[in-house]
């Protein structure tokens, strides 16, 4: 079974505290993402990486950082983080491409994310 | 600029109705399209995929289609049961060069009610 985990489920923060969310998946997969979800946004890309030490940026990287030391472990780094990054982080995880039939990805549970 | 539009917002059905909901896309080129299914407080699971030659797949109850032509897909739900109650979300990869991108819809929340 594929298995793609985040550290929490549920984390609060205050306003400029550097925030670390981690995930790690199972299944040997090159690819990993990063996502947020907000309420009528639907999922949106922050950064992914296809190798390990290798990053890219996503739709909205601003505010955020990434590492990829290991290739089971992505972790997201809030460097300071805001009240407008309160939101639903989800992780996933992918073979590379297929260019045929694309890569299924495996998304952890995500983890709700409250900066007060 | 590559968009996916989902319809509609949101949708609720009476326990064993069908239903169906709908993704158009305008992202080039094509590359595939693949349905998500989100319960409530958990990530994405992959529903189906479609590719440029496919028109209809089904996964037990849920039957997807694709045309091509006019850039359209939907997910029809037979005899809904309450655990059908989730977010579907329709992603549309695009591919080339050596590159691809990955166009996310805002997802359809379906609540299916006894």
């Known amino acids: 079974d594929v298995k793609v985990t985040q550290s929490s489920r549920y984390l609060v923060k205050r306003t400029g505290e550097k925030v670390f969310l981690e995930c790690v998946q199972d299944?040997?997969?090159?690819?990993m993402f990063w996502y947020r979800q907000d309420p009528g946004l639907g999922l949106r890309l922050i950064y992914f990486?296809?190798?390990?030490?290798?990053?890219e940026k996503g739709d909205i990287p601003e505010g955020y950082s990434v590492s990829r030391e290991k290739k089971e472990r992505f972790s997201l780094i809030l460097e300071s983080a805001s009240t407008n990054q309160t939101s639903m982080y989800l992780c996933?995880?992918?073979?590379?491409?297929?260019?045929?039939?694309?890569?299924?990805?495996?998304f952890g549970p995500g983890t709700r994310l409250t900066v007060l | 600029k590559n968009q996916v539009e989902q319809s509609p917002q949101s949708l609720i059905i009476l326990e064993g109705k069908n239903c169906t909901l709908q993704c158009n896309y305008t992202v080039s080129p094509f590359s595939n399209l693949r349905w998500y299914k989100q319960d409530t407080g958990r990530g994405p699971v992959s529903l189906t995929i479609?590719?440029?030659?496919?028109n209809t797949k089904s996964n037990g109850r849920y039957t997807a289609t694709l045309d091509a032509d006019t850039k359209q897909s939907s997910l029809h739900i037979t005899a809904s049961q309450l655990s059908d109650s989730a977010s579907y979300i329709c992603?549309?990869?695009?591919?080339?060069?050596?590159?691809?991108?990955?166009?996310f819809g805002k997802g359809t929340k379906l609540s299916v009610i006894p």
């Open positions: 299944m040997d997969h090159e690819n």
């Open positions: 479609m590719t440029f030659s496919e």
């Open positions: 990486s296809y190798d390990v030490k290798m990053k």
């Open positions: 992603v549309v990869m695009n591919s080339g060069a050596g590159s691809y991108q990955l166009t």
């Open positions: 996933a995880s992918s073979h590379l491409l297929d260019r045929v039939v694309g890569n299924e990805q495996f």
